[in-house]
């Protein structure tokens, strides 16, 4: 499947792609290519994360890119890292373990202009992928870059935000939903 990464469009609920679920892809030059534009519109977006399906392509593929917190300690020996040293590309991700009890924290999502809300996620989690150089790799993330990576993750299996918030949240972002499906 030849994609001309130039044309791709960060897509916006309720667009069908962001319900699909996508399948899983060699790291072909393709798909290198895709990635690397993905970063260029994530950054241009001001986004920390952005999924394939986000940008109309069903395939298991997502960037990242969290910056550390300036105001934050930077985690200790054995604690997970919570931010990435520059874009990260991570394809056909899999979810190994995660850690602790499930918390509540305000995210927000390209797709979904204007709705942020509290979602519940575990606050650390394991990550297996492939990388940029077509080798597997393996990650422990806290922090924001827990939720970051759990949340692009959702978005390959067609899962927004809006399915995971809470009861609360879901009703104060409703007329922001509405007026997206409008
Ligand atoms: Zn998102």
Same mark, same amino acid.
């Not at 667009?15 to 895709?34: H, M, N």
């Not at 934050?72 to 899999?94: C, D, F, K």
């Not at 940029?132 to 949340?151: I, K, N, S, V, Y």
């Not at 935000?161 to 939903?177: E, F, G, N, P, Y």
């Given at each position: 499947? /030849?994609?001309?990464? +130039? +044309?791709?469009?960060?897509?916006?609920?309720?667009?069908?792609?962001?319900? =699909? +679920?996508?399948?899983?892809?060699?790291?072909?030059?393709?798909?290198?290519?895709?990635?690397?534009?993905?970063?260029?519109?994530?950054?241009?977006?001001?986004?920390?994360?952005?999924?394939?399906?986000?940008?109309?392509?069903?395939?298991?593929?997502?960037?990242?890119?969290?910056?550390?917190?300036?105001?934050?300690?930077?985690?200790?020996?054995?604690?997970?890292?919570?931010? /990435?040293?520059?874009? =990260?590309?991570?394809?056909?991700?899999?979810?190994?373990? /995660?850690?602790? =009890?499930?918390?509540?924290?305000?995210?927000?999502?390209?797709?979904?202009?204007?709705?942020?809300?509290?979602?519940?996620?575990?606050?650390?989690? #394991?990550?297996?992928?492939?990388?940029?150089?077509?080798?597997?790799?393996? /990650?422990?993330?806290?922090?924001?870059?827990?939720?970051?990576?759990?949340?692009?993750?959702?978005?390959?299996?067609?899962?927004?935000?809006?399915?995971?918030?809470?009861?609360?949240?879901? #009703? +104060?972002?409703?007329?922001?939903?509405?007026?997206?499906?409008?």
């Amino acid at each position: 499947m /030849t994609v001309d990464p +130039k +044309k791709l469009r960060i897509q916006i609920h309720p667009a069908a792609i962001l319900r =699909e +679920k996508a399948e899983p892809v060699d790291p072909t030059e393709d798909v290198l290519a895709v990635a690397d534009r993905m970063v260029k519109m994530m950054r241009g977006a001001d986004g920390i994360g952005l999924a394939a399906t986000q940008v109309g392509l069903r395939w298991r593929l997502f960037v990242c890119d969290v910056p550390a917190d300036p105001d934050e300690p930077s985690p200790g020996p054995g604690e997970p890292r919570v931010s /990435t040293e520059g874009p =990260e590309v991570y394809i056909n991700p899999e979810v190994v373990s /995660t850690e602790g =009890e499930p918390d509540l924290y305000e995210e927000g999502c390209l797709s979904l202009p204007g709705v942020r809300g509290d979602v519940i996620r575990p606050p650390a989690v #394991t990550m297996r992928a492939i990388g940029l150089d077509g080798q597997p790799f393996e /990650t422990r993330a806290g922090g924001l870059l827990a939720r970051c990576l759990q949340h692009e993750l959702d978005h390959l299996d067609g899962i927004l935000i809006l399915d995971r918030m809470t009861q609360a949240a879901r #009703t +104060k972002v409703r007329s922001a939903v509405r007026s997206l499906e409008r």
